[in-house]
């Protein structure tokens, strides 16, 4: 039990295109989805909180109208990376908290983006 | 500012031997920890966890110890195998249980375990 989804799960795109990564809860409802990014040998870095039905948290230094957050189901929040600059190529990680429980987060196998 | 820190970027050890993972953090408000697993192009996995109302935990061959006073916890392995060769995230967080909590990870070790 307990997975999480990534699509896609590595994209290469131009400057200035736009990038929606899906995340999904495959067999538990999430409430909670985080957003990560991670630079390479670098921590995971939290960028924003999504909450279903409402407006996602962001992270000081992280540009909501850059990257969109959409948590419509309690299976399914998208990050889009709007405009995507080479500056933008991460890893991206997202991760779901069940709707009960403690801490434990449940993270997807990530997305690599790569912006030429 | 980093909150989490692991100070080592890298641990190589021999098969069968103890593997120690340390982790030091500042914020006091921290009281929940947990330790996570990482293979490359992978997401983390999630791996053992202690709260602030214990100073050991123990699971198969993984413990973790807490040291509240010095703000240090480190993540035991015994003994190692080679398939525990991967990169290890410490985590925090403030506010347990089930409420908002938001993890802080530190840099990652990357253990590699020798035949």
């Known amino acids: 039990g307990a997975v999480v989804s990534q699509h896609p799960s590595w994209v290469i795109c131009k400057s200035g295109t736009s990038v929606k990564i899906e995340c999904r809860s495959l067999d538990f409802q999430a409430t909670t989805m985080f957003w990560y990014r991670q630079f390479p040998k670098q921590s995971l870095m939290l960028m924003a909180t999504?909450?279903?039905?409402?407006?996602?948290?962001?992270e000081q230094g992280v540009e909501k109208d850059k990257f969109l957050i959409n948590h419509a189901s309690l299976t399914l929040s998208t990050l889009t990376v709007t405009s995507a600059h080479p500056e933008d190529s991460s890893f991206y990680i997202c991760?779901?908290?069940?709707?009960?429980?403690?801490?434990?987060?449940?993270f997807g196998p990530g997305t690599r983006l790569t912006v030429l | 500012d980093q909150q989490v820190k692991q100070n080592s970027p890298s641990l190589s050890v021999q098969e069968g031997r103890i593997s120690i993972l340390n982790c030091d953090y500042t914020n006091s408000m921290f009281d929940y920890f947990l330790w996570y697993k990482k293979y490359p192009a992978e997401g983390p996995t999630f791996l053992i966890s202690i709260s602030s109302i214990k100073d050991k935990n123990e699971d198969g061959r993984f413990t973790v110890f807490l040291n509240k006073s010095a703000k240090h916890l480190s993540l035991h392995i015994v003994p190692s195998q080679p398939g525990d060769s991967a990169v290890y995230f410490c985590a925090a967080s403030a506010g347990f249980p089930g409420g908002y909590n938001k993890l802080i990870f530190g840099a990652g070790t990357r253990l590699a375990v020798h035949p």
């Open positions: 999504s909450n279903e039905g409402s407006k996602a948290t962001y």
């Open positions: 991760s779901a908290r069940a709707s009960s429980g403690y801490n434990e987060q449940f």
